[in-house]
């Protein structure tokens, strides 16, 4: 079909040349078009940068009742009515418990050398704390040994939201600072057991997410509503959870075991870049973040934050923000989506943040706004706020309608123009010193997305939910050959 059109034809079809634009490749100054190594010499990432892919168990695992798994609070959340979307669950999900082989070749495919995965707490301890399932690290066991046997390294998240139902129930989760210590037991054992193979280890996913969502709105598992002050004292707990379990892992796993938390920090960024209003945002940073990740890197809760908190703030000890501060090896990053874009003010704290216009684009999920130069100035911000010297970039990626094309296959080209944008500002980051060391891209293979159910789908492969079967989109071909290049723009 194509065949039958002469080069004219097709320009003109495709509106080229009534813009008066060439449909032939760029030329180079010297009138040849460049090879594409060199094309792609001056946007390459250093050397050694981790290029990786991510999940989470309750995601993708599936076998909820396998092995003497215990329930977790997305278990009873996503099986009460009304909670999720479009009325699924994860009791099968990806089936990636079955599966992992199949996924494990997936990334392998990809060229990446890297993988983010999560351990479900409810399959190690099924009742939160007490005795193990003595069958509880036996599939992550087959997992990494098939990781590491493709030359993949495995990254590590401990917590990713899938709290056992009995904490919740018992103690009211990370309402009590029982939680926090019961996560450390749980990050302490598991690090006996796989440190001699996982030398990089992330916390907590998202605090900041799980908490407000959770606790505060009562949108995610466990459906609560809090008032401020407790609300505040659950993101303490998590916070002390965190802290406690650095220094469990340093205790129990193999020396130079590496860990951090994944943190979807409050980003903020200058609305137009100009010295004062990097400033603004550099002040911002640290302000709607110290919650978290400031309290963790700083040891203290900024004044802003406990004056915004008034009666309302955290209560806590000296002990505790020296756990909470306990120093780590890393920090990882999960860039999406422009939060605060900020300019300088006279007022304090010397920040304004500016309202968002109805037009602002964003991708297939309202949240995901498209503002890729998010992922340059939040990692430069953070590494100047705290004086960071290793950064993960622990997801970033996107939803897309991803519809089967009739050959079968996705076309998506909104997720690669995305990712082609977001890689290009990640790479302007490190080409300055930005001290990103890898990149996660969320997600491996679409799945379970929380309260949207499978109707929201992230993946580099397509999953059809009913047969199992994982398609490669165009994306992962993109990402392949950024991977190969180790460079953005592909
Ligand atoms: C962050 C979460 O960590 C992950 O579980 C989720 O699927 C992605 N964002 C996309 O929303």
């Known amino acids: 079909m194509f065949d039958k059109f002469s080069r004219r034809h097709f320009a003109k079809l495709a509106g080229f040349s009534a813009l008066g634009m060439a449909a032939t490749p760029a030329k180079s100054e010297d009138g040849d078009a460049k090879p594409v190594s060199d094309r792609h010499a001056s946007s390459s990432f250093p050397s050694g940068f981790v290029w990786g892919t991510a999940t989470s168990a309750y995601q993708i695992e599936g076998a909820v009742d396998e092995d003497g798994r215990g329930r977790s609070i997305w278990d009873t959340f996503a099986h009460t009515p009304g909670k999720i979307g479009d009325h699924s669950n994860a009791d099968r999900a990806n089936d990636h418990y079955h599966r992992y082989k199949e996924d494990v070749r997936l990334i392998k495919e990809l060229g990446a050398k890297a993988y983010r995965f999560s351990i479900a707490w409810p399959r190690v301890f099924p009742e939160g704390t007490g005795a193990a399932n003595p069958k509880g690290l036996d599939f992550y066991d087959r997992l990494l040994d098939e990781l590491l046997a493709n030359g993949i390294e495995p990254f590590a998240t401990l917590y990713h939201w899938d709290l056992p139902q009995p904490l919740q129930d018992r103690v009211g989760g990370w309402q009590s600072s029982d939680t926090s210590r019961a996560f450390a037991d749980y990050a302490g054992y598991v690090a006996e057991r ?160 500016l309202p968002f216009p109805a ?132």
């Open 359 to 490: 037009s602002f684009p964003h991708m297939s999920v309202d949240w995901l706004r498209i503002g890729p130069e998010t992922i340059y100035w939040v990692p430069r911000l953070a590494a100047k706020v705290w004086n960071l010297d290793t950064i993960y970039i622990s997801e970033n990626g996107t939803s897309a309608a991803d519809a089967l094309a009739a050959d079968g296959s996705v076309y998506d080209l909104d997720r690669i123009m995305y990712l082609r944008n977001y890689l290009a500002q990640l790479q302007r980051a490190t080409s300055e010193g930005v001290p990103v060391r890898g990149y996660f891209l969320w997600s491996l293979m679409d799945n379970f997305e929380w309260i949207y159910g499978f109707e929201k789908r992230f993946g580099l492969y397509r999953v059809d939910f009913d047969t199992q079967v994982r398609t490669p989109k165009l994306s992962a071909s993109f990402y392949r050959n950024v991977i190969a290049r180790n460079a953005a723009g592909a």
């Open 194 to 353: 796989i440190s001699d193979r996982v030398k990089n280890i992330f916390t907590v996913n998202e605090a900041g997410r799980f908490v407000n969502f959770g606790y505060g709105w009562g949108i995610d598992a466990p459906g609560l509503k809090l008032p401020p002050a407790e609300l505040n004292q659950v993101r303490h707990h998590v916070a002390l959870g965190h802290g406690l379990a650095v220094q469990a892992i340093r205790a129990h796993g193999r020396p130079g075991t590496k860990v951090g938390p994944a943190e979807n920090i409050a980003a903020c960024l200058p609305a137009i870049d100009t010295p004062a209003n990097v400033r603004a945002a550099e002040i911002a940073t640290r302000e709607l973040n110290s919650g978290f990740l400031g309290v963790i890197h700083e040891g203290k809760y900024t004044d802003g934050f406990l004056e915004y908190a008034g009666a309302a703030a955290p209560k806590f000890t000296a002990g505790e923000l020296k756990i909470i501060s306990s120093p780590i090896d890393f920090v990882g990053l999960n860039i999406y989506a422009p939060q605060y874009y900020v300019v300088a003010s006279d007022r304090a704290p010397g920040f304004k943040v």
